[in-house]
């Protein structure tokens, strides 16, 4: 193949101020992480009530959680970005939405956009680890606890979530790292992250292999260093003879 | 074992004389051309009206398009192959360069500026077009000119290079705009017609292309001082020059024959295909210089003289 190699491509000015094609992926790296750690927040969150309500006894509550992982796991990723991005703010009522268009910066309405499509998806995945985690505890656990006179709330948050979270770490993991991955599709809606600074560098620079081998590089790092951190969660909290570790 | 170097000699002997004379001639492409009967195109699918699909055959039509098949006749004739066969290959902005590279394309016309940057990965052909790089808005806006912009949003197609020019004067001259980074022309222009941003800044032919498929095409206007020129050029694999100066030579032939105007005529002031539109954009000054006097070279570098801005 007639390909010209040149790694010093990073060092060298793109010709915007007085940035070099570094600083450009360091600046993607930033929104990477942006996007990423909120949407992972919304998705927790969101996710473990959704995981809560469908293991609820109240059919209907169950329900509404189960309709939202369907609609959410089911519809591409990017579709859905699509929408958030172009069809939502159509919806909004004329003054607000030739604020949200107009005067608000088009980098902080991409940048809601991605963390609301990215969080509300990965809750559906989140909500099905959060289920599977609490109905793989012994129906035991619930009753004696009832017996004992807990509320539902205390039921949850003192006996089943505590030991449901300590068996999905790994999935949890993987989610969390999916996010990560995921946060790409910004590059289609303007927001300038890793890929999209990847993407302009290559075309600037015509360098293209440096470019994507640089952004593997960088992905991979980010992810192993997730994944060990992780890793080290979960020895952390884990308690000595609970059944999760019971392989071990 | 005296036989061993006999039997060699006698070999490539034989392979000498099989060969017809002219193909021992052929390096690079031409040869690979030669000995496989088939070129293969690299064309775009929506750099409208350079290169683009417009029905569901999937073949390419354009401009830029109608240059490669004269390079494809130009190559006919030079190899003696009539029967030359064709085949298509899909590029996008990221692709074309790679598969230029790898051997995927043999020559790749349509909507690619001629700069130093691409030099380095691949050779040019003499320039087939010349854009200059200005803005889309609304006709009624008061949003005319590059000084018009500070503190606004103003829309470009990620990756040409209008981004780098509009994030380059935002930087130098402070100009506090917010540059929205589209992944395509067709979503840029979306932005636009959406509100989003006030102005779309890209190649003038291309504007005129996104205009002209507006709901209402009159409302818009291409409007503004031309910031750069940029000289569009087919690509072929660096360091093969005999395969480049056949392209040259076919394209050169083609400006020469005059056959060029009409082709700029069916494609920017008569209704193209998917829809009938008409781009209604004549000849600029700088393409009817690029026509007359063909060069390889990128805008950037041409003879001071010869710039216009």
Known sequence: MNYNWDWSVFFKSTGVGSETYLDWFISGLGWTIAIAVVAWIVALILGSLLGVMRTLPNRFIAGIATVYVEIFRNVPLLVQLFIWYFLVPDLLPPDLQEWYKQDLNPTTSAYLSVVVCLGLFTAARVCEQVRTGIEALPRGQEAAARAMGFSMMQIYWNVLLPQAYRIIIPPLTSEFLNVFKNSSVASLIGLMELLAQTKQTAEFSANLFEAFTLATLIYFTLNMSLMLLMRLIEKKVAVPGLMSLGGK | MRIVPQLLGAAIAAALISTPVFAAELTGTLKKIKESGTITL????????????????????????????????????????????????????????????????????????????????????????????????????????????????????????????????????????????????????????????????????????????????????????????????????????????????????????????????????????????????????????????????????????????
């Open chain 2, 42 to 309: 690299g064309h775009r699918d929506s750099s409208i009206p350079f290169s683009y699909i417009a029905d569901a055959t999937g073949k390419p039509v354009g401009y830029s398009h109608d240059v490669q098949l004269a390079i494809v006749e130009g190559l006919k004739k030079q190899l003696d192959m009539p029967d030359l066969k064709v085949k298509y290959n899909l590029v996008t902005s990221q692709t074309r360069i790679p598969l230029v590279q790898n051997g995927t394309v043999d020559v790749e016309c349509g909507s690619t500026t001629n700069n130093v940057e691409r030099q380095q990965q691949v050779d040019f052909s003499v320039g087939i077009f010349e854009i200059g790089t200005r803005l889309l808005s609304k006709k009624d806006s008061p949003y005319k000119d590059f000084a018009d912009l500070k503190g606004k949003n103003v829309v470009t197609t990620a990756g040409t290079t209008s981004e780098r020019i509009l994030k380059a004067m935002n930087a130098d001259k402070q100009m506090g705009m917010n540059v929205i980074s589209a992944k395509d022309h067709g979503e840029a222009f979306n932005m636009l017609e959406s509100g989003r941003a006030v102005a779309f800044m890209m190649d003038d032919a291309l504007l005129a292309g996104e205009m002209a498929k507006a709901k209402k095409p009159t409302d818009w206007a291409v409007t503004g001082t031309p910031q750069s020129y940029e000289i569009y050029g087919c690509m072929v694999r660096k360091g093969d020059p005999d395969f480049k100066k056949a392209v040259d030579d076919a394209i050169v032939a083609y400006y020469k024959s005059g056959k060029i105007n009409d082709t700029y005529t069916k494609w920017f002031q008569s209704p193209i295909p998917p829809k009938g539109l008409n781009l209604m954009f004549p000849m600029s000054n700088e393409l009817k210089a690029l026509i007359a006097n063909p060069t390889d070279k990128a805008a950037d570098d041409k003879p001071a003289e010869e710039k216009k801005s």
